[in-house]
């Protein structure tokens, strides 16, 4: 288990990667004796041992500087930035304190609390042939407690060294089972009320059977009565969310800046991306967070991935990623989703903040501080969600409508709802939390297959409050109608899930938020869900009554009911295209002014999506129709940014 790794590796990314030797490696300068009995007296404890080992002081010297200027141990910046193998250092460090060093050889005891291990870099070996009793990965002031002890002698003889990636990966492959169980299943036994897989509960499928009665009978004795009872209530809905998209316009101003923070006051940052089927763009994915303006040895990058995902395992391996990067290979389990990966991911998070990015996203590069200075100047908020932007708005008719509706989405709605401080439907990613509260509300609900959504209702749920961040985040948009379509119906179904979610216990939603805001998030949730389904019905209906001369022989009921169903239609298109034309201005969407011309039918495109979302719903409700990333795109597109207005 003591092996020493003897190969050098030339070049390694994010800095010159070398591997350490029991000496000086061949090639290398030797420094005079003196020279390096001073350089060495320099250095943290947690690095000083290396220069033993053939580790030039020079680079020695760097981390340290760079580990006093961002206020982190020197072990922390040397593998941070690249400049050390993890397993050649931790070897090392098992050489200093005489310990064996673990590559996975003992199994780990079947009594291990994963998270507790993965959290504190301690795990409990099954009994082998070493004697082993346990395997530490330490970090920080652990490495320094460790090497006092060497210094007097007091170190257990039973104890082995491990690297952290390789601890971490061999508990989640020794107890894939229970890391499985808990990704899928941690929110359904907290609170089954709040998880999607269960669907309609016995009291929903109650009040559905009954309100089916209800209305059988009544269409069969008074089917005008029954009619404007349902048109009524879909007016209210419609209403509301008209209104609410209007007040959230008027409200949206500039979000708030803070403070810059100082490399030392920064907090580790944790950011985890899941990745399946993803193996044409983890590079480019890599190269963007690789520009993040971030103190390196403060970033904990988790690269979720599925098992049977060998492409994807792949490309990552040939990048050879430094140690601020963690390959977290999530186990064989149901449902596959991404909320799924993201609850493998959360327990070994090491900041007190955490980012979800997507494969195919380009963040700017100083969203982390920005990020950091907001939750630092404002302990009150828990999540900000950052801006998405279209950066293929020019390759098609569904693109550019799509970079439309996220710019009006991202710059003018969900500012001003949180503005308004009323619950915003999270995107899918660029959300930044405190990890507390985002543990606090449950993590993400493995069983909602448009878990954003879900989760912005949880927070509010939960009491915590949500705000928008100034950065962007580019990404690619479906540019072919098949491809959007497939998006679209999963996201609509899971804003039916989210919707069935959240109205099993309404008096209790309602106390948890308030009335104000319960009204405002049934509104937002209900008036996509229901907007999409009964909609066109509605305004068809009367279009053909208005048409066919039969409004003037209408009752004032049915009159009344006509006229309110044009004026919200009407708004309802003014409310999404003033907006739009506004956020094109801002974004500087590559795209004509026309095309605004085009809304009703990108609509009627949303309201097909939604009756397909309701049959896939009833067939298969927890499929994840994923979206493809890194396609050849037919033309350059012109870049996208946001300017003042």
Known sequence: MDDFPRQAAAGGRGGPQVHVFPGPPVGARREPASGAARAVSEFAPEIAFLAAYGVAPGLLLRASAAAERDGVSAEQTLLGEGLLDEDSYY???????????????????????????????VAPLAPNRAGLRAVAAPRAAAIRYLLDRAEAGALPAHLAIAAPRMLAERLRVDAGARVAEAAAGALARRDPALCARSGLSLGQRVAVGVAAVVALGAWAFAP???????SAALWLIFAAGVALRNLAVAAAGEAPSAPPLAARELPIYSVVAPLRGEERVVAKLVRALDALDYPRAKLDVKLVVERDDAATRRALA????????????????????????????????????????????????????????RFAADPGVDCLQAALTVDNAAESWISAMFAIEYATLFDLVNPGLAALDLPIALGGTSNHFRVEALKRAG????????????????LAYAGARVGVLASSTREEAPAEFGGWLRQRVRWQKGWMQT???????????????????????????????????????????????????????????????????????????????????????????????IALATLPAYCALICVATWAALFDLAVRPFYWAKTEHGRPRARRPRPTARVSV
């Open 91 to 121: 070897c090392a460090l098992a050489r200093r304190l005489r310990l064996p060093f673990y590559r996975g050889e003992a199994p780990i005891a079947a009594s291990v609390e994963i998270d507790a291990a993965i959290a504190c870099g």
């Open 224 to 230: 005008e009565a029954l009619e404007f009872a349902l």
């Open 318 to 373: 040939a990048l050879d990623l430094p140690a601020r990067y963690e390959i977290v290979v999530a186990p064989p389990g149901l449902p596959a989703t991404k909320p799924r990966a993201l609850n493998v991911a959360l327990p070994a998070v090491r900041g007190a903040l955490v980012v979800v990015y997507d494969a195919e996203d380009d963040p700017d590069p100083d969203q982390l501080r920005l990020a950091a200075a």
């Open 443 to 458: 993590g993400w609900d493995a069983w909602n297959v448009t878990e954003d959504a879900d989760l912005g209702m949880r």
């Open 499 to 593: 919707l069935i979610v959240h109205s099993r216990r309404p008096l209790r939603f309602a106390r948890a938020l308030g009335v104000a805001r319960a009204v405002a998030a049934l509104a937002l949730i209900g008036g996509s869900t229901l907007g999409g389904l009964f909609g066109p019905a509605l305004f068809f209906a009367a279009l053909w009554r208005a048409l066919s001369g039969q409004l003037a022989a209408a009752t004032a009921w049915r009159m009344t009911g006509d006229v309110a169903i044009f004026t919200l239609a009407a708004c309802g298109l003014m409310t999404m295209a003033i907006p739009g034309l506004a956020a094109m201005r801002r974004r500087r969407i590559a795209a004509p002014t």
